[in-house]
T-cell receptor
Framework: ELKVEQNPLFLSMQEGKNYTIYCNYS?????LYWYRQDPGKSLESLFV?????AVKQEGRLMASLDTKARLSTLHITAAVHDLSATYFC?????????????FGKGTLLTVNP | NAGVTQTPKFQVLKTGQSMTLQCAQD?????MSWYRQDPGMGLRLIHY???????DQGEVPNGYNVSRSTTEDFPLRLLSAAPSQTSVYFC?????????FGQGTRLTVV
């Protein structure tokens, strides 16, 4: 059974600071996804990571994937208040074509002025 | 292009009542799924479908039924609602690596 662990679950940071959210998973995976969710809203796709060593960046967010370590990171650079949200990683197990995603519990990020 | 449309947005049920959460997509995606989101639990897969006429169970299927008679629609049925089914429900459709989530249905069972 695929398990996905995110940490930290809660992150309070000051504007301008850097921080990293970690996503560990338990079995071989082909694909890893990062989503953002604002309170009361749906999920917004941020990144799709498809291979070992993949790195993607959008604005102040950068995601990377190490399939050998079964680890993905979401790095936040010079945080701003608008980044306050819950961030989820989701993993799709290898070998299947049924697109089943297993989600982490989410990281609630609060960026304070 | 409406994407993934869920109805209703909010619903209150009494224990033992049944209801159907509707999900429709207009992107001709074969793969659709239902998740529930509970505080501190992330999203958990309830049921999914890889095409019309094909459905399968996810991680937490008990108490829910699905059917897929058309590519566009994937309704989720609660047979006899229980307070443990109080949650936010998301429907998603997907093609390759791109998933589209509906706006969610917030269900309260009293």
């Amino acid at each position: 059974e695929l398990k996905v662990e995110q940490n930290p679950l809660f992150l309070s940071m000051q504007e301008g600071k850097n921080y990293t959210i970690y996503c560990n998973y338990s079995t071989t995976s082909d694909r890893l996804y990062w989503y953002r969710q604002d309170p009361g809203k749906s999920l917004e796709s941020l990144f799709v990571l498809l291979s070992n060593g993949a790195v993607k960046q959008e604005g102040r967010l950068m995601a990377s994937l190490d399939t050998k370590a079964r680890l993905s990171t979401l790095h936040i650079t010079a945080a701003v208040h608008d980044l306050s949200a819950t961030y989820f990683c989701a993993v799709e197990a290898s070998g299947g074509s049924n697109y089943k995603l297993t989600f982490g519990k989410g990281t609630l990020l609060t960026v304070n002025p | 292009n409406a994407g993934v449309t869920q109805t209703p947005k909010f619903q209150v049920l009494k224990t033992g009542q049944s209801m159907t959460l509707q999900c429709a997509q207009d992107m001709n995606h074969e793969y659709m799924s239902w998740y529930r989101q509970d505080p501190g639990m992330g999203l958990r897969l309830i049921h999914y479908s890889v095409g019309a006429g094909i459905t399968d169970q996810g991680e937490v299927p008990n108490g829910y039924n699905v059917s897929r008679s058309t590519t566009e629609d994937f309704p989720l049925r609660l047979l006899s609602a229980a307070p443990s089914q109080t949650s936010v429900y998301f429907c998603a459709s997907r093609i390759n690596t791109e998933a589209f989530f509906g706006q969610g249905t917030r269900l309260t069972v009293v």
